[in-house]
């Protein structure tokens, strides 16, 4: 992206260091860079991890890499090596709004990179930090990933068939919900520091895997509160409205929502049975909830007699929600996503990857720039500590 593209974006201006790696912490440097910041990524001799993510791979490193890094810098920094750890002390204290990482557990003290140490040498710092289990409590020490936490918190126990073990969600929810968390709280820590009078006031931001699961539990824990039952698995659907699940039409599948007794009356009008919203087994969607297996079943044989196109647009007539469950390629070539201009290039050699899914004044953001190589920002920064020393 060019310069005077990204001075019109929210967080022109902005410097983050991010010593991020996986998913979680390079997501949020994704987004943060996006909207406008210069993301300065410190990488380990051997890079992040995802450069080694398969099967699917670009210019010799995983996919994934790529769809988590465009658009920053790439600095190689050995923490370990006092030298090499001073510079990115420098880095930070000379240039950094902000400090993003998710180091293991307990590590970031031992490299003088926690918040206390950081904010002392620069008060006005921003230092978020990516856990697995959250800041304090008696797990607050151990690693994690996005698999254990939709499994610790209960995710896994309402994802998938009743009476098949567990799965997760096929995208990584809690990794990239964790990111998206991490920016809230970094843009709104910044735009504190920018309301106070006082501008030598930054802030410590945690955000973690775990209480990201927790807050995708919420309803599911507000149900559990009002009842005491600890819910369970629907498949497509979910344990609270019916019908609002997948029906297999003539060539794939379809879901449904009619989350309310108005929808469901004009669906069934429009599946060709309106005597099932005045049948007492289908008329609320309590009697609904009693009666799922029949009315899943009802609708299910109606299905199954056309394709999902006919299906999207005979539902679509009558204002019923409806949507074809699509293939990745289905997706990418649909006239909507290419209409909202979320996936783009950096250059014409460079694969398709999604964009920030925001626009300021109905403009997108444009394509960042290409991921980089392992530090390939390196001159780039001696240069720039060495003006800081000599100015």
Not at 119 to 130: D, H
Not at 198 to 211: D, F, R
Not at 235 to 261: M, Q, T
Not at 308 to 327: E, F, I, M, N
Request: charge should be negative.
């Amino acid at each position: 992206m060019q310069d005077d593209q990204r001075s019109d974006l929210p967080l022109a201006g902005i410097t983050v260091v991010e010593l991020g790696d996986s998913a979680s912490a390079p997501f949020a440097g994704h987004v943060l860079a996006g909207l406008g910041a210069e993301v300065w990524k410190v990488e380990r001799p051997s890079g992040d991890s995802s450069r080694g993510w398969g099967p699917s791979q670009w210019r010799g490193s995983g996919a994934a890499f790529h769809a988590l890094n465009r658009g920053k810098r790439s600095i190689c920094l050995d923490i370990k090596d006092p030298v090499q750890l001073a510079t990115l002390h420098d880095l930070i204290a000379g240039h950094a709004d902000v400090f993003l990482h998710n180091l293991r557990p307990g590590s970031a003290g031992q490299y003088q990179l926690d918040p206390d140490s950081l904010r002392a040498r620069k008060p006005e710092l921003v230092v978020c930090e990516v856990g697995a289990y959250g800041h304090v409590g008696p797990l607050n020490q151990l690693p994690g990933y996005d698999p254990l936490m939709q499994a610790f918190a209960g995710i896994m126990t309402l994802t998938g068939e009743d009476g098949q073990a567990p799965v997760r969600a096929g995208v990584s929810i809690v990794d990239f919900g964790t990111g998206m968390w991490a920016v809230i709280g970094i843009v709104s820590a910044l735009l504190r520091r920018e309301r106070s009078p006082v501008k030598e006031v930054g802030a410590t931001v945690n955000s973690s895997l775990l209480e990201t699961a927790i807050a995708w539990m919420t309803v599911g824990i507000a149900n559990y509160a009002a009842d005491g039952e600890p819910g369970g698995r629907h498949g497509s659907g979910v344990a609270f409205i019916v019908p609002h699940r997948a029906y297999e039409a003539a060539d794939g599948h379809a879901i449904l929502s009619a989350a309310n007794d108005r929808l469901f009356a004009r669906l069934a009008e429009a599946l060709g049975h309106p005597e099932w919203a005045t049948d007492p087994r289908f008329a609320t969607n309590n009697a609904r909830l009693a009666h799922r297996k029949e009315i899943d079943g009802l609708i299910g044989a109606r299905m199954k007699q056309h394709t999902r196109a006919y299906w999207q647009k005979h539902l679509d007539g009558y204002g019923l929600p409806c949507a074809s469950v699509q293939t990745t390629a289905e997706l990418v070539a649909h006239a909507q996503t290419q209409a909202l201009g979320i996936l783009g290039k950096a250059s014409d050699d460079e694969i398709a990857l999604v964009g920030v899914p925001l626009s300021f004044d109905r403009q997108r953001p444009p394509p960042l720039d290409s991921a980089p190589c392992i530090g390939q920002d390196d001159e780039r920064l001696r240069a720039l500590l060495k003006k800081t020393s000599v100015q």
